[in-house]
């Protein structure tokens, strides 16, 4: 008994001594590293920081396997919290491999002192046939915005790819929407009848926290982004078969929030938080149609609804 007490004694003794061991680059994770989006001489590193240390004005280098220095990052944050996304920009003359066995630095006070060094396989393009893509109104102010719009992904032949529809009205003036886009270079058209009141701006995103791509203040009839998607990872400068819209729905009648996906396809995951971001419902289902009763939350709140689909993925901001 006493030789088990004490054998417990000692793995909790080394259990703690190991989690005294970790530092501070072992709580922070290189979650990936691509090409940015919309800009192919920058390279994205995605990182998660689960550390007490904020790295003081940090700094990223990547280098290839040979040692040489492939994207470094010009400093642009006072540290790193939670999540963020920094950009290295590609050196002059550097050949990039797509793929590669690679060390990435990390550095803080403006490259004074070297903090951490990961060896990482890089994989510069995403392992997808295409990536989600994110249309956005918005208007910023001087007057409520009232209008339907229409948008129009075309090829540079000009031949429309896709399309949809996005509305504002007095209950929302910023509306979204998304399709899963392949790799290439596109030109993305916003139409309206008329030129709504207000500022409107169209922009695009592959995440609605960080990503942001080409936007423009809308211009009734003259409202174009031009769209380089990924293009190192369209070597061809091709565009393939379109890929569907997305098919997921939602929208407020009566204090009733209905979801819904137009192809019969199982919703999965579904989650309702407020404008802060606090989870207010979650729901899984593999119904393709399901409802909340949202009378018990606040009248003309902001809240964001967000849909985990097994083909689509989806999020809109509405108030209530």
């Not at 190991?18 to 290189?30: E, G, M, N, R, W």
């Not at 249309?135 to 009232?146: D, E, I, K, R, T």
């Not at 500022?199 to 926290?209: E, G, R």
């Not at 929208?251 to 192809?263: A, T």
Request: glycine share 6%.
């Amino acid at each position: 008994m006493r030789y088990i007490l004490y054998s417990i004694f000692f793995l909790l003794v080394s259990a703690g001594f190991c989690q005294a061991q970790l530092t501070k680059c072992d709580s922070l994770y290189i979650q990936n590293i691509e090409y940015a989006p919309f800009n192919d001489s920058l390279i994205a590193v995605y990182v998660y920081n689960e550390s007490s240390d904020i790295f003081s004005y940090p700094g990223f280098i990547l280098y290839d396997a040979n040692g040489d220095t492939v994207a470094k990052e010009i400093v642009n944050y006072f540290g790193i919290g939670n999540e963020q996304v920094h950009y290295m920009t590609i050196q002059p003359g550097v050949v990039v491999q797509e793929n590669f066995n690679g060390t990435i630095e990390l550095w803080s006070g403006f490259y004074s002192t070297l903090e951490c060094t990961y060896n990482q396989q890089v994989n510069l393009c995403p392992d997808t046939t295409c990536v989600e893509l994110f249309l956005s109104l918005s208007n910023f102010g001087g007057a409520l915005a009232f209008s339907e719009f229409t948008w129009d992904i075309k090829n540079t032949a000009g031949i429309v790819l896709y399309s949809g529809a996005m509305e504002l009205d007095t209950m929302q003036q910023q509306d979204f929407d998304s399709l899963c886009l392949p790799f290439g270079n596109y030109i993305v058209e916003f139409n309206s009848a008329t030129q709504p009141m207000g500022q409107v701006f169209a922009s695009t995103y592959t995440n609605l926290l960080y990503n942001q791509g080409p936007s423009a203040q809308f211009i009734v009839n003259n409202t174009l982004l031009d769209l380089q998607f990924y293009e190192s990872c369209d070597p061809l400068n091709s565009i393939g078969t379109p890929v569907s819209i997305n098919p997921i729905t939602a929208q407020v009648i009566n204090d009733v929030l209905y979801v819904s996906d137009l192809s019969n396809t199982a919703l999965g995951k579904v989650s309702l938080f407020d404008s802060l971001g606090k989870l207010l419902l979650k729901q899984e289902t593999s119904e393709s149609r399901i409802q909340f009763d949202l009378s018990n939350y606040p009248a003309n709140g902001v809240y964001i609804i967000q849909v985990q689909g097994e083909r689509f993925s989806y999020s809109k901001k509405f108030i209530k």
